[in-house]
């Protein structure tokens, strides 16, 4: 069991952010742990979260409320049974600059990953998208770990009204990045891999992961190398490698 630091967090409409006692284990951005909701059968499944962040023996992670296990996680108290890190995370471009683009829940691994590359001399650049000003979370962490922020609303609510792949479209026409970051929704990420052009380009998937293992192939997904498991031969991949379309 891992111990939970403090309550559950509320940082949005409906996203809370949990804060646990990792003793001494080791982490890269983009991995993922896994909590069991209960401490029954009902709900069954472990859910998957990326990191949000790991520094100081502890590991944050965000959780949006969609359905009743993670309903049940973002009221825990004292002790939650996690297991991880786990998974393959981000490569961590050493130099040069970084554009890093996030959609909705999908921008917390990109938090953990801005803050790496920052601190190895990478100008980092984040974008992150929203449907309203009420779901965009700890803008002061990423305002903390990158040179620039940018948040787009579908509804214009907050920063620039659109989506936030028209916002990547504009700066990849006016800016050089050496690597492109994404995690969000499939669509996000295909059109971003899209606009990528020549730039080196990962993308986090987001497909639910039974076991974190890769014993249930719950989480497999389609590459242009065969049948992969997310949970193990991810939950990162070049993005130009997963044929996006079958995601669904």
Do not use: W
């Not at 996690?82 to 050493?94: A, D, I, K, V």
């Not at 779901?135 to 009204?161: A, K, L, W």
Request: charged content about 20%; aromatic content about 6%; hydrophobic content about 40%.
């Amino acid at each position: 069991m891992t111990r939970l630091i403090g309550k559950p967090e509320e940082v949005a409409r409906d996203h809370y952010m949990l804060r646990l006692d990792a003793g001494d284990a080791v982490s890269a951005p983009g991995q993922f742990v896994t909590i069991k909701p209960g401490e029954g059968t009902d709900p069954l499944l472990r859910r998957p979260f990326s990191l949000f962040d790991h520094h100081d023996g502890v590991i944050e992670i965000v959780v949006r409320v969609v359905g009743r296990g993670t309903g049940l996680i973002s009221r825990a108290g004292g002790e939650l049974d996690m297991l991880g890190p786990m998974g393959r995370g981000f490569s961590l471009e050493r130099a040069g600059s970084a554009l890093l683009v996030g959609g909705g829940v999908g921008c917390a691994p990109l938090n953990y990953l801005a803050r790496a590359l920052k601190g190895a001399g990478t100008r980092v650049t984040m974008l992150f998208g929203a449907s309203s000003s009420g779901f965009v979370y700890c803008r002061d962490e990423f305002i903390r770990n990158s040179h620039d922020f940018h948040v787009t609303t579908d509804d214009g609510s907050e920063g620039r009204g659109g989506t936030v792949v028209s916002l990547m479209a504009e700066l990849l026409a006016a800016e050089k990045y050496d690597r492109i970051y994404c995690c969000g929704p499939t669509v996000m990420m295909k059109k971003a891999v899209e606009l990528a052009g020549p730039v080196p380009v990962e993308i986090s998937v987001e497909n639910y992961f039974g076991c974190g293992f890769g014993i249930c192939a719950g989480c497999t997904i389609e590459t242009t190398s065969g049948l992969k498991r997310a949970c193990v031969h991810g939950p990162v991949f070049d993005g130009r490698s997963v044929i996006l379309g079958s995601l669904g």
